[in-house]
């Protein structure tokens, strides 16, 4: 049975930073292609991070160079590091296989305000 746990979300001023952890109960994590996603207020939930087993790591746009993803195999856990947040980054992250089901967990919220 897949659980997912998010957490390390918070309020932080522009330009600040947050590091988000998970912790996947997944049989198969070391083999899976995970990700980062976010859903912000009264928009479709995006990936902006994803990370293979072997650490290749693939970025949206709007957040390269900012955000960085890593794994750690052995304890089935990831992590997003994020940079210079801007207030458009303020959304409710998730982590998640590359082609997620239907189980979400509950999300850590990020908002990014003065």
């Known amino acids: 049975q897949v659980q997912l746990v998010e957490s390390g979300g918070g309020l932080v001023q522009p330009g600040g930073s947050l590091t988000l952890s998970c912790t996947a109960s997944i049989s198969s994590f070391r083999t899976e292609v995970m990700g980062w996603y976010r859903q912000a207020p009264g928009k479709q939930r995006e990936r902006v991070a994803t990370i293979t087993p072997l650490g290749s790591t693939y970025y949206a746009d709007s957040v390269k160079g900012r955000f960085t993803i890593s794994r750690d195999n052995t304890k089935s856990t990831m992590l997003l590091q994020m940079n210079a947040l801007k207030p458009e980054d303020t959304a409710a992250y998730y982590c998640?296989?590359?082609?997620?089901?239907?189980?979400w967990g509950q999300g850590t919220q990020v908002t990014v305000s003065s």
């Open positions: 998640n296989k590359y082609r997620p089901g239907s189980y």
